[in-house]
Protein backbone atom coordinates (compact mmCIF):
# COMPACT_ATOMS: atom_id res chain seq x y z
CA UNK A 1 0.00 0.00 0.00
CA UNK A 2 1.23 3.41 -0.66
CA UNK A 3 2.66 6.13 2.12
CA UNK A 4 -0.14 8.44 1.07
CA UNK A 5 -2.69 7.54 -1.99
CA UNK A 6 -5.01 9.72 -4.17
CA UNK A 7 -7.34 8.95 -6.86
CA UNK A 8 -5.89 11.47 -10.17
CA UNK A 9 -8.70 12.38 -11.72
CA UNK A 10 -8.90 14.31 -13.50
CA UNK A 11 -12.35 15.57 -11.92
CA UNK A 12 -14.33 17.33 -14.45
CA UNK A 13 -17.32 19.61 -12.83
CA UNK A 14 -19.44 22.45 -14.10
CA UNK A 15 -19.09 25.92 -12.54
CA UNK A 16 -21.44 25.22 -8.80
CA UNK A 17 -20.94 21.68 -8.10
CA UNK A 18 -19.96 20.43 -5.46
CA UNK A 19 -16.67 17.86 -5.52
CA UNK A 20 -15.09 15.17 -2.61
CA UNK A 21 -11.50 13.94 -3.00
CA UNK A 22 -10.51 11.33 -0.78
CA UNK A 23 -6.87 10.26 0.51
CA UNK A 24 -5.78 7.53 2.43
CA UNK A 25 -3.10 6.92 3.98
CA UNK A 26 -0.89 3.42 5.07
CA UNK A 27 0.90 4.97 8.34
CA UNK A 28 -1.92 4.14 11.33
CA UNK A 29 0.20 6.23 13.69
CA UNK A 30 0.56 9.64 11.39
CA UNK A 31 -0.08 12.63 13.64
CA UNK A 32 -0.68 15.46 10.67
CA UNK A 33 -2.34 16.01 7.35
CA UNK A 34 -3.58 18.65 5.61
CA UNK A 35 -4.41 19.51 2.02
CA UNK A 36 -2.46 21.77 -0.59
CA UNK A 37 -3.18 23.12 -4.43
CA UNK A 38 -1.01 23.24 -6.85
CA UNK A 39 -1.36 24.94 -10.00
CA UNK A 40 0.48 23.64 -12.91
CA UNK A 41 4.33 24.54 -12.65
CA UNK A 42 3.80 26.09 -9.78
CA UNK A 43 4.63 25.79 -5.96
CA UNK A 44 2.39 23.82 -3.54
CA UNK A 45 0.76 25.98 -1.44
CA UNK A 46 -1.21 24.93 1.61
CA UNK A 47 -5.40 24.89 1.33
CA UNK A 48 -5.72 24.11 5.06
CA UNK A 49 -4.84 21.86 7.68
CA UNK A 50 -7.10 18.86 9.27
CA UNK A 51 -8.29 18.54 12.24
CA UNK A 52 -9.42 15.39 13.84
CA UNK A 53 -12.98 17.32 14.64
CA UNK A 54 -13.08 18.16 10.87
CA UNK A 55 -12.77 22.07 10.20
CA UNK A 56 -14.48 24.49 7.33
CA UNK A 57 -12.72 27.38 5.93
CA UNK A 58 -15.12 28.93 3.17
CA UNK A 59 -16.21 26.31 0.64
CA UNK A 60 -14.05 23.79 2.00
CA UNK A 61 -14.73 21.67 4.39
CA UNK A 62 -11.65 18.84 5.43
CA UNK A 63 -12.75 15.55 7.56
CA UNK A 64 -10.06 13.01 8.65
CA UNK A 65 -11.01 9.32 9.83
CA UNK A 66 -8.00 8.01 11.58
CA UNK A 67 -10.10 4.65 12.38
CA UNK A 68 -9.99 3.99 7.98
CA UNK A 69 -6.97 6.23 7.72
CA UNK A 70 -8.28 8.80 5.02
CA UNK A 71 -9.04 12.27 5.13
CA UNK A 72 -11.20 13.88 2.92
CA UNK A 73 -11.84 17.71 1.22
CA UNK A 74 -14.98 18.90 -0.55
CA UNK A 75 -15.66 22.08 -2.10
CA UNK A 76 -18.83 23.37 -2.09
CA UNK A 77 -20.15 26.10 -5.24
CA UNK A 78 -17.05 25.47 -7.36
CA UNK A 79 -15.23 28.11 -9.01
CA UNK A 80 -13.07 28.26 -12.24
CA UNK A 81 -10.32 29.29 -9.69
CA UNK A 82 -10.61 26.15 -8.00
CA UNK A 83 -8.98 24.51 -11.26
CA UNK A 84 -6.04 23.24 -9.93
CA UNK A 85 -4.24 19.80 -8.52
CA UNK A 86 -4.92 18.83 -4.58
CA UNK A 87 -2.34 17.22 -2.47
CA UNK A 88 -2.98 14.99 0.31
CA UNK A 89 0.12 15.49 2.58
CA UNK A 90 0.48 13.31 5.97
CA UNK A 91 3.28 14.04 8.16
CA UNK A 92 3.96 10.49 10.69
CA UNK A 93 5.46 12.51 12.97
CA UNK A 94 3.94 14.26 16.27
CA UNK A 95 5.25 18.20 16.58
CA UNK A 96 7.22 17.08 13.58
CA UNK A 97 9.45 19.66 11.73
CA UNK A 98 9.99 16.45 9.62
CA UNK A 99 9.91 14.62 6.63
CA UNK A 100 6.29 15.12 5.24
CA UNK A 101 4.64 12.47 2.80
CA UNK A 102 2.96 13.73 -0.12
CA UNK A 103 0.13 12.24 -2.77
CA UNK A 104 0.60 12.38 -6.28
CA UNK A 105 -2.77 14.71 -6.32
CA UNK A 106 -5.96 15.02 -7.76
CA UNK A 107 -6.64 17.19 -10.85
CA UNK A 108 -9.41 19.02 -10.69
CA UNK A 109 -11.27 21.61 -13.72
CA UNK A 110 -14.01 23.18 -12.95
CA UNK A 111 -16.06 24.40 -16.19
CA UNK A 112 -17.91 26.92 -17.02
CA UNK B 1 4.20 37.57 -0.61
CA UNK B 2 6.47 34.46 -1.22
CA UNK B 3 7.44 33.18 2.04
CA UNK B 4 10.90 32.39 0.77
CA UNK B 5 12.26 33.22 -2.90
CA UNK B 6 14.50 31.05 -4.61
CA UNK B 7 17.05 31.71 -7.27
CA UNK B 8 17.36 31.03 -10.39
CA UNK B 9 14.05 30.44 -11.65
CA UNK B 10 15.56 28.27 -13.98
CA UNK B 11 18.54 26.52 -14.43
CA UNK B 12 20.35 24.58 -17.49
CA UNK B 13 23.15 22.57 -17.05
CA UNK B 14 25.48 20.35 -18.89
CA UNK B 15 25.38 16.29 -17.18
CA UNK B 16 28.11 16.33 -14.44
CA UNK B 17 28.49 19.81 -13.93
CA UNK B 18 27.66 21.20 -10.06
CA UNK B 19 24.74 23.18 -9.12
CA UNK B 20 23.71 25.40 -6.61
CA UNK B 21 20.47 26.28 -5.82
CA UNK B 22 19.73 29.04 -3.40
CA UNK B 23 17.11 29.72 -1.23
CA UNK B 24 16.49 33.08 0.42
CA UNK B 25 13.54 32.95 3.62
CA UNK B 26 12.07 36.68 4.18
CA UNK B 27 12.13 37.01 7.84
CA UNK B 28 14.28 34.21 10.27
CA UNK B 29 13.20 30.79 10.41
CA UNK B 30 14.87 27.64 11.69
CA UNK B 31 13.63 25.09 10.19
CA UNK B 32 13.84 24.27 6.04
CA UNK B 33 13.29 21.93 3.56
CA UNK B 34 14.12 20.84 0.30
CA UNK B 35 11.68 19.01 -1.72
CA UNK B 36 12.02 17.87 -5.84
CA UNK B 37 9.24 17.13 -8.13
CA UNK B 38 10.25 15.65 -11.51
CA UNK B 39 7.60 16.81 -13.99
CA UNK B 40 3.91 15.05 -13.80
CA UNK B 41 5.25 13.49 -10.73
CA UNK B 42 4.78 13.82 -7.08
CA UNK B 43 6.35 16.11 -4.87
CA UNK B 44 9.26 14.19 -3.15
CA UNK B 45 11.27 14.98 0.30
CA UNK B 46 15.09 15.28 0.04
CA UNK B 47 16.26 17.35 3.29
CA UNK B 48 15.47 18.91 6.40
CA UNK B 49 17.33 20.79 8.60
CA UNK B 50 17.29 22.64 11.35
CA UNK B 51 19.18 25.40 13.44
CA UNK B 52 22.30 24.93 11.02
CA UNK B 53 22.43 20.94 10.97
CA UNK B 54 20.33 18.12 9.00
CA UNK B 55 17.72 16.50 10.58
CA UNK B 56 16.73 14.59 8.02
CA UNK B 57 17.12 13.35 4.49
CA UNK B 58 15.37 10.95 2.16
CA UNK B 59 17.17 8.25 0.44
CA UNK B 60 17.84 10.18 -2.63
CA UNK B 61 19.75 12.52 -0.69
CA UNK B 62 22.88 10.67 -1.59
CA UNK B 63 26.60 11.85 -1.34
CA UNK B 64 25.70 14.00 -4.87
CA UNK B 65 23.78 16.30 -2.22
CA UNK B 66 24.68 18.73 -0.11
CA UNK B 67 22.66 21.50 2.09
CA UNK B 68 24.60 24.64 3.90
CA UNK B 69 23.65 27.92 5.52
CA UNK B 70 26.48 29.64 4.78
CA UNK B 71 26.06 33.05 5.71
CA UNK B 72 22.97 32.26 8.29
CA UNK B 73 20.44 33.53 5.79
CA UNK B 74 20.72 32.04 2.29
CA UNK B 75 19.96 28.10 2.28
CA UNK B 76 21.44 26.23 -0.54
CA UNK B 77 21.26 22.94 -2.01
CA UNK B 78 24.31 22.04 -4.55
CA UNK B 79 24.16 19.05 -6.29
CA UNK B 80 27.94 18.22 -7.57
CA UNK B 81 27.93 15.87 -10.28
CA UNK B 82 24.32 16.20 -12.21
CA UNK B 83 22.88 13.65 -13.76
CA UNK B 84 19.68 13.63 -16.72
CA UNK B 85 17.79 12.49 -13.92
CA UNK B 86 18.00 15.29 -11.76
CA UNK B 87 16.01 17.61 -13.73
CA UNK B 88 13.01 18.69 -12.09
CA UNK B 89 11.91 21.40 -10.10
CA UNK B 90 13.33 22.00 -6.62
CA UNK B 91 11.22 23.92 -3.90
CA UNK B 92 12.33 25.39 -0.76
CA UNK B 93 10.08 25.08 2.22
CA UNK B 94 10.64 26.99 5.58
CA UNK B 95 8.77 25.54 8.55
CA UNK B 96 5.68 27.61 10.03
CA UNK B 97 5.02 27.89 14.31
CA UNK B 98 3.04 24.27 13.79
CA UNK B 99 4.58 22.20 11.59
CA UNK B 100 2.69 23.86 7.89
CA UNK B 101 5.42 24.22 5.46
CA UNK B 102 5.40 27.13 2.91
CA UNK B 103 7.12 26.08 -0.03
CA UNK B 104 8.58 29.00 -2.27
CA UNK B 105 8.40 28.99 -6.31
CA UNK B 106 10.81 27.08 -6.90
CA UNK B 107 14.25 26.38 -9.46
CA UNK B 108 13.78 24.26 -12.69
CA UNK B 109 16.41 22.29 -13.11
CA UNK B 110 17.25 20.89 -16.67
CA UNK B 111 20.04 19.09 -17.24
CA UNK B 112 21.66 17.95 -20.75
Known amino acids: RKEVEQDPGPFNVPEGATVAFNCTYS??????FFWYRQDCRKEPKLLMS???SGNEDGRFTAQLNRASQYISLLIRDSKLSDSATYLC?????????????FGTGTKLQVIP | EPEVTQTPSHQVTQMGQEVILRCVPI?????FYWYRQILGQKVEFLVS????????KSEIFDDQFSVERPDGSNFTLKIRSTKLEDSAMYFC??????????FGPGTRLTVL
Open chain 1, 50 to 52: VYS
Open chain 2, 49 to 56: FYNNEISE
Open chain 2, 27 to 31: SNHLY
Open chain 2, 93 to 102: ARGGRTDTQY
Open chain 1, 27 to 32: NSASQS
Open chain 1, 89 to 101: VVNPNSGGYQKVT
